[in-house]
């Protein structure tokens, strides 16, 4: 069984960085694109961030060139570096992964999401 683990949320201030983990564990044969999500408070689910296996990224246009989306893939693990922070990040973000498992199809599993709270 296949499961996306995220860490590194909580409380910044206005302008400073947090960086956000997901690993994924249990029986990883392939993985396709990576990507963090994040749904603020009455919002929607948007896409923040995705990278495939050779390293192409797609940022959203609120984040691009304040966040990072690095991939290890030995390490099947994905990364959020977020830096300049806006209290209008605020939301909880999700890691979401393209998985195939024991050599069969390839299947889309979601984290539990972390909470990240930027305050003035």
């Known amino acids: 069984q296949v499961q996306l683990l995220e860490s590194g949320g909580g409380l910044a201030q206005e302008g400073g960085s947090l960086e956000l983990s997901c690993v994924a564990s249990?029986?990883?044969?392939?993985?396709?694109?990576m990507s963090w999500y994040r749904q603020g408070p009455a919002q929607q689910r948007e896409l923040v961030a995705a990278i495939n296996p050779n390293g192409r990224t797609n940022y959203a246009n609120s984040v691009r060139g304040r966040f990072t989306i690095p991939r290890d893939n030995a390490r099947n693990t994905t990364y959020l570096q977020m830096r300049a922070l806006k209290t209008e990040d605020t939301a909880v973000y999700y890691c979401?992964?393209?998985?195939?498992?024991?050599?069969?199809?390839?299947?889309?599993?979601w984290g539990r999401g972390t909470q990240v709270t930027v305050s003035v």
């Open positions: 249990g029986s990883v044969y392939a993985m396709n694109a």
């Open positions: 979401q992964a393209e998985i195939a498992a024991r050599m069969g199809p390839i299947l889309e599993y």
